[in-house]
């Protein structure tokens, strides 16, 4: 059977809960969903219960990380506006890879919604490393002019909206350091999923319209779309059955696999697939490399979770959806960390 080689992928956008919820997820289990995906780093993100805006909460992540991951794990450090005199130590850390800021409501307790704030945030970040934001819309917009004004970088996540799509073109346009990522779920599924799917299919930035999937499409193989990022964010199914479902898809051990289908649907170029999962990410984020690191795929025909999900949630929005690869095995500096798709060693 024909099999593909990739250099081992960056997932930039992760919620692995820990700590916290680690009874949707922890290190361990987040980890080895980012493996069976092909990815042999991950970035965490800092909305946890305890958010990650001090760096008392940094330290206790890498301690947690240190005993529990079976691949590196780096940090975005939050922030709710209130906690810039940690910046400079925050930044200056080899495992910070950025700033991340929510201007909507998503999961999680830091939304800064005063203008005032937001623009002390920018001021203070003096690094530079990217700030990450969560910003729908018109949000957006205000925090391309922040990142202008003030010259940071600016990651937009989780990029959504055939506008949002306009306003990055724009900005990158004129200069501006504006970078952005999509998530798999935002390129093959439109609101008609909500319907199908009911809390299965609910996340923050919502699904958007056929309109903006496919600007999303064209963004992506265009260029004005930099990398796509899983935003990994796991919750149990007895959550999402509940009255009022948390917000969030896993999206770890699919990721991979959907771009080939891309790749097969004829809207996306198999070369892409290295630099939206692999150069492009390392480079936007200034990510050491992986030496003697790699992941091998099979290729066939095969569908989503019929071998199941490393994921603690054991779930995907994409159950059942055909793929046309597999990852076979993953050697991580030297080491082989999984082999016929089983897990079999850590870094
Ligand atoms: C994320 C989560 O659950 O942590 N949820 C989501 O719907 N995407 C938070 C986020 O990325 O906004
Ligand atoms: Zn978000
Ligand atoms: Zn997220």
Same mark, same amino acid.
């Given at each position: ?61 890498? =301690?947690? $990380? ?80 922040? *990142? ?5 970088? %600016? ?9 949002? $799509?306009?306003?990055?073109?724009? *900005? ?14 935002? %390129? ?44 990994? *964010? ?9 009255? $009022? ?16 289908? *891309? ?18 990410? =390392? ?54 960390? %999984? ?9």
């Amino acid at each position: 059977m024909a099999t593909i080689t990739l250099p081992g992928l960056i997932d930039v956008h992760v919620h692995l809960r820990d700590p916290g919820a680690t009874h949707k997820e922890d290190f361990e289990t987040g980890t080895r969903a980012a493996l069976k995906g092909g990815f042999t780093r991950v970035i965490d993100m800092p909305n946890n219960s305890e958010p990650t805006t001090s760096i008392r909460a940094l330290k206790k992540k890498k =301690r947690l $990380v240190a005993g529990k991951a079976l691949i590196p794990v780096g940090f975005h450090f939050g922030t709710n506006g209130k906690n810039t005199s940690s910046f400079l130590a925050a930044a200056a850390d080899e495992q910070v890879f950025g700033l991340k800021l929510y201007c909507n409501h998503t999961t999680g307790e830091m939304l800064i919604e005063d203008l005032g704030l937001l623009e002390k945030v920018f001021e203070a970040w003096e690094t530079d490393k990217p700030i990450l934001v969560h910003a729908e819309g018109v949000q957006l917009a205000a925090v391309i002019s922040l *990142a202008q004004l003030y010259g940071r970088r %600016l990651h937009v996540c989780h990029i959504t909206q055939a506008i949002e $799509v306009e306003l990055v073109a724009r *900005a990158k346009g004129k200069g501006i350091g504006v970078t952005a990522g999509v998530c798999p779920h935002h %390129l093959f599924m439109s609101g008609e999923w909500r319907e199908k799917l009911g809390p299965y299919a609910l996340m923050k930035p919502p699904l958007g319209t056929k309109k903006d999937m496919q600007a999303l499409r064209k963004g992506l193989t265009s260029g004005v779309i930099d990398i796509v990022e899983t935003d990994h *964010a796991p919750h149990t199914k007895k959550e999402k059955a509940s009255k $009022v479902p948390p917000y969030g898809v896993p999206g770890l051990d699919t990721a991979l696999p959907l771009m080939y289908r *891309a790749v097969d649907e004829g809207w996306f170029e198999e070369k892409g697939i290295r630099t939206v999962l692999h150069d492009r990410p =390392r480079e936007l984020f200034r990510i050491p490399k992986q030496i003697k690191t790699r992941v091998v795929l099979e290729t066939g025909s095969f569908k989503i979770g019929d071998d199941g999900y490393e994921t603690k949630c054991g779930w995907s929005p994409f159950d059942g959806w055909d793929v046309p690869v597999r990852v076979k095995s993953v050697m991580l500096e030297g080491k082989t960390l %999984l082999t016929e798709g089983k897990i079999v060693g850590r870094k």
